[in-house]
């Protein structure tokens, strides 16, 4: 008897951290300055330059971005924030934490984004922004949203996490629009491990946005500070910043790469399996942050029994995401099942395959041939083939 060799787990994603940024981060790590400092400026132009020249500044984390920016525009207690229920809970939690109401929309079942069709409905006297998503890097529809947004005064945070290097129209996520916030996070497509950036209109914002970020403070030319207004603690480091500028090197690449695997996912996936398939983003809008088809109807309460299969089979799945307002804290605040019946089919149907740019045709091809063992093995049907 011949035994297989043992394949080595296939998480859902994974960074690729190459041996000159490796190096670059013990570089700083031995210059004795390893918080904010002349990285984070390197790292803050050349993310810059990329979105056209618009003034960029960077901070520890997507979720602290998406709070400044919040607060950038004024926004606080008794004001409402539209936005999507079919998210990172970050992308709600930040409107709370402002002292702000999150509204949610549904979302448009092809796109998996916010129904801009349906936002007008939700715009009451107290709305003050748009926080729109771009869920999986596939971009919200910008014209449309900037006619609503001009349509009724109406800021617009977007919270493009997912979307760095996506394009509208051909021009890119962060270079176009109002205030656009980017994450670094482990998993996003471009990292440094935690992080974040928020690309601003003008250096006016971009002063208002530093204060924020780093306690209040205002540098005198004597060399004392002021402070008028209260400011957080989110300053990236120099380590982090490191990374960043290694990971940017690479991001076209890796972006490209992401959408050949994508291609391949759509060449190689069994339909008869009953799985709805992403929008496959012809136009090459998105940059396929994650591959995720929808579990077909009747296998949607077994979700956890195909997660722990494809498990059992070598390959990590992930859930992005549930649908947020059916979260207790949301329910308390009045939010019921049924409210958003799209973004909850969604979210109880959705699973994240691999997808990162070091994976291979044949890690797809892998995949795709768990999934149909898995779902053979939910439905009880008898294989001949080595499952
Ligand atoms: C990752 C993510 C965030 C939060 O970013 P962090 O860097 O983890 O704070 C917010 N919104 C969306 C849509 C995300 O995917």
């Known amino acids: 008897m011949s035994s297989a060799p043992v394949q080595p787990m296939l998480p859902f994603t994974r960074p690729s951290i190459d041996e000159r940024t490796i190096s670059d981060i013990a570089a700083v790590l031995r210059s004795g300055w390893i918080t904010t400092g002349p990285k984070c400026q390197e790292f803050e132009s050349a993310l810059s330059m990329r979105f056209g020249g618009r003034p960029v500044r960077l901070v520890n984390s ?26 990172w809970i970050a992308t709600a939690n930040v409107v709370l934490s402002v002292g702000a109401t999150p509204v949610f929309v549904d979302v448009d079942r092809r796109t998996r984004n916010i129904d801009l069709g349906l936002v007008e409905a939700a715009i009451t006297p107290r709305t003050r922004a748009l926080m729109p998503v771009d869920l999986a890097g596939l971009p919200v529809d910008r014209d449309h949203l900037y006619e609503i947004a001009q349509r009724h005064g109406l800021r617009v945070v977007e919270d493009a996490a997912q979307s760095f290097g996506s394009q509208w129209n051909g021009r890119e996520v962060g270079s176009i629009g109002d205030l656009v916030s980017f994450s670094f996070h482990a998993n996003k497509n471009l990292t440094t491990a935690e992080g974040g950036c928020l690309v601003l209109n003008t250096d006016e914002e971009a002063m208002r946005f530093e204060k924020l970020r780093l306690q209040g403070v205002t540098r005198l030319p004597d060399g004392g500070i ?137 890690d797809v091809d892998r995949v795709c041939a768990a999934v149909t063992c898995a779902i053979s093995a939910l439905n009880r049907i008898k294989r001949k083939s080595a499952c």
């Not at 709070?67 to 936005?83: K, Q």
């Open 62 to 87: 997507g979720t602290a971005s998406l709070e400044l920016a919040l607060r950038l525009c004024g926004v606080g207690p008794g004001h409402e924030v539209i936005t999507t229920p079919h998210s």
């Open 226 to 362: 002021e402070v008028e207004n209260w400011g957080g603690k989110a300053n990236l480091t120099d380590i982090a910043a490191a990374i960043g500028l290694g990971q940017l090197r690479h991001i076209d690449t890796f972006n490209a790469r992401r959408r050949e695997l994508a291609r391949r996912y759509f060449e190689r996936w069994d339909l008869s399996l009953g799985f709805e398939l992403p929008p496959a983003d012809l136009e090459n809008r998105g940059n396929w942050h994650m591959f995720q088809p929808l579990l077909p109807q009747a296998l949607a309460p077994r979700r956890g029994a195909f997660i722990e299969s494809m498990k059992s089979l070598g390959i990590g799945v992930g859930v992005h995401y549930p649908a947020m307002h059916l979260f207790s804290l949301f329910r308390a605040r009045g939010y019921a099942r049924g409210d958003f019946p799209v973004a909850e089919d969604i979210g109880a149907r959705t699973v994240t395959m691999p997808l990162f740019p070091a994976m291979t045709e044949a």
